[in-house]
């Protein structure tokens, strides 16, 4: 879709929350459409890495889907943070470790219908630390070390159904053979 022939008419605000719900109405190529939007903060996934074959993921509950799903450690920006000082601090909270975090891109999650857009990192030579920070309250969070062969194979499976995940781990995987992937960012 270009710009070309597209305008909007409205934005309108029917919830206030942690995120924002509106319904935009708008003209693309002569024809009024009405769309439902959550606006979203962007937010941060990390690839915590053990090693070159393994690396570290969470499992929690989430609610919305009624499962416990196989993740990477994630979470949103806070108001005045960078997206590092985010991921930093996420990798901290999730999964009690910190480590050298470098960017790996940045993606839209669900761009038909929210504004998300999750930056990912990875974090290498990563320690743990003697005082992990506290997890959200909403947060009942384990983690556990997988191979990183194996993480590809749950994402085939359907052990791994979460999409950030899904894509860190495969961005991750071919990035392995290009280190130069890390320097463009």
């Not at 270009?2 to 909007?8: D, L």
């Not at 994402?155 to 894509?167: S, W």
């Amino acid at each position: 879709m270009s710009k070309e022939g597209y305008s909007v008419i409205s934005k309108k605000v029917v919830h206030e929350g942690p995120v924002r719900l509106r319904i935009d109405t708008f003209n693309y190529n002569g024809k009024v459409f009405r769309k439902e939007v959550v606006e979203h903060s962007p937010s941060v996934g990390i690839i915590p890495i053990v090693n070159k074959k393994e690396i570290l993921l969470i499992k929690q509950f989430r609610h919305a889907v009624n499962k416990s799903l196989i993740e990477i450690p994630a979470g949103k920006i806070e108001n005045n943070e960078i997206p590092y000082e985010a991921a930093r601090r996420e990798l901290a909270e999730e999964t009690g470790y910190l480590g050298e975090l470098k960017p790996l891109t940045r993606c839209f999650l669900a761009p038909s219908y929210d504004t998300e857009l999750m930056h990912f990192f990875v974090a290498e030579n990563m320690s743990k630390l003697d005082d992990p920070k506290k997890m959200d309250e909403d947060e009942n969070i384990t983690s556990f070390v997988v191979k990183l062969n194996d993480a590809i194979k749950y994402c085939y499976d359907g052990t791994i159904i979460d999409c950030k995940t899904v894509t860190a781990i495969f961005l991750y995987y071919f990035a392995l053979g290009n280190e130069n992937v890390f320097k463009n960012n």
